[in-house]
């Protein structure tokens, strides 16, 4: 198993970002909010999950090895695969994951794209008790990579994930009093608020 990749940051893209490992070319899929700390040309270190199908190897990148390790456990639950698991990570952090399993918050898990009122019960059925207790805060941040505006870094991410335009503009819309109140807007917390904002007007 490829635990972590370090290297140079060659490409990014939506959903891909490509580390340079020793002169070969790491094409890792990551989450939005874990892309928007990446900087073309800059080193950088993911922790990594490979997923071996019998068409494909894909590698998935996270920020740190918590997310590694809670993006494996959530694959354990029946109809949950990479996508769905790293899609969860996109809108909730482990520890938000941690607090709607232990409060059985099937709310808070239905905002994910793709999670209806049964999955949220059966993740929360299948869950229960396995990814242990919120850490609290501690992690690293997610912060806005240099040359991009909170609002450009906001919008791909929402359009990576697959929401129309539209959407997009209104979720960025919805979070900028968030935004503007803080010296440095934090891609990875706005992202979630925007998922949230969308999950409402749904």
Same mark, same amino acid.
């Given at each position: ?5 370090? @290297?140079?940051?060659? !490409? ?19 989450? %939005?909010?874990? /892309? $928007? !700390? ?51 990570? $996109? ?5 938000? /994951? ?9 709310? $808070? ?24 207790? %919120?850490?609290?805060? @501690? ?5 806005? %990579? ?17 929401? !129309? ?19 440095? %807007?934090?891609? @990875?917390?706005? /992202? ?11």
């Amino acid at each position: 198993m490829i635990a972590f990749v370090s @290297g140079q940051v060659a !490409a990014l893209a939506p959903d891909t970002a490509v580390i340079e490992v020793g002169g070969v070319g790491m094409a890792v899929q990551c989450a %939005p909010n874990t /892309l $928007a !700390a990446l900087r073309v040309g800059r080193p950088a270190r993911l922790s990594t999950s490979l997923v071996v199908r019998e068409d494909s190897l894909t590698l998935y990148g996270f920020a740190d090895d918590d997310e590694r390790q809670v993006f494996e456990l959530l694959q354990t639950v029946s109809g949950v695969g990479p996508r769905l698991a790293q899609t969860m990570l $996109a809108v909730h952090a482990p520890d938000a /994951l941690r607090t709607a399993v232990a409060a059985g918050d099937e709310k $808070a898990l239905t905002a994910v794209p793709g999670i209806g009122k049964k999955g949220a019960q059966r993740l929360l059925l299948e869950l229960k008790d396995r990814l242990g207790a %919120p850490q609290g805060p @501690g992690g690293p941040a997610v912060g806005t %990579p240099a040359g991009a505006s909170w609002r450009e870094q906001l919008h791909a991410a929402l359009l990576g994930l697959g929401y !129309a335009t539209r959407e997009a503009d209104e979720a960025v819309a919805a979070v900028a009093p968030q935004a503007e109140a803080a010296a440095e %807007p934090n891609v @990875g917390a706005l /992202l979630r608020s925007a998922l949230q904002s969308l999950n409402r007007t749904r």
